[in-house]
């Protein structure tokens, strides 16, 4: 079966609400939703292609994420990225179906989403939008791409501004990702094809 090109992901990312009421900052959903499809696109191609088979699934652990993940301190939420990894990683290798892989991978970008969130007072949504459809950059693999997930989560990514929040984000997903297929017996070559020193790396 020939996987969905990621661009498929697009009408289910539009289609979804923005964000959910009661949370002072947050990147609306459907923006998590096109930092979802980034993240996967900047990962390792056999990954890339696998979860592009399934966008619903990567999409509905987006949402489930976002919705799901209780207010937590950076350090928290960190944790739950390294651990989230571990996870997603031993799922692959126990050849659990990969829809649920993909959801979950979805469930990890919404924890990186909630870990940078859009810097700024009360941005609006409809910019906030605008921003995520505009296009992103991958920030790069580190030297060290495949140590512990509690090390990559630690990495000092460029922030302050909802671009820089919106690629650090993205960056730190991937990362995450080659690093699980890399622990699944994957190809995971491509960290080094796009070293950290080179980047950053146009996505879209």
Avoid: C
Avoid at 93 to 106: M, N, P, Q, S, T
Avoid at 122 to 144: H, I
Avoid at 158 to 174: T, W
């Amino acid at each position: 079966m020939r996987a969905r090109p990621l661009a498929l992901l697009l009408p289910l990312l539009l289609a979804a609400g923005s964000s959910l009421a009661g949370e002072a900052v947050r990147w609306p959903v459907p923006a998590v939703g096109l930092m979802a499809a980034d993240a996967a696109a900047a990962a390792p191609p056999d990954f890339k292609r696998m979860l592009a088979k399934h966008p619903g699934r990567l999409m509905e652990g987006v949402k489930a994420g976002l919705a799901a993940s209780p207010k937590r301190d950076a350090s928290a939420r960190r944790a739950a990225l390294a651990s989230g990894a571990r996870g997603i990683a031993k799922a692959i290798r126990d050849h659990k179906l990969f829809a649920d892989v993909a959801y979950e991978a979805g469930g990890l970008v919404a924890e990186a989403s909630l870990l940078f969130p859009p810097s700024g007072t009360a941005p609006d949504d409809a910019a906030l939008l605008a921003l995520a459809r505009s296009g992103s950059s991958f920030l790069g693999y580190p030297s060290r791409p495949f140590d512990a997930p509690e090390t990559l989560v630690l990495a000092k990514l460029p922030v302050g501004s909802p671009r820089q929040d919106y690629d650090a984000a993205v960056s730190l997903s991937a990362r995450l990702l080659a690093w699980i297929w890399n622990t699944a017996g994957g190809d995971a070559s491509v960290a080094a094809a796009r070293p950290e020193s080179k980047g950053p790396y146009k996505v879209r």
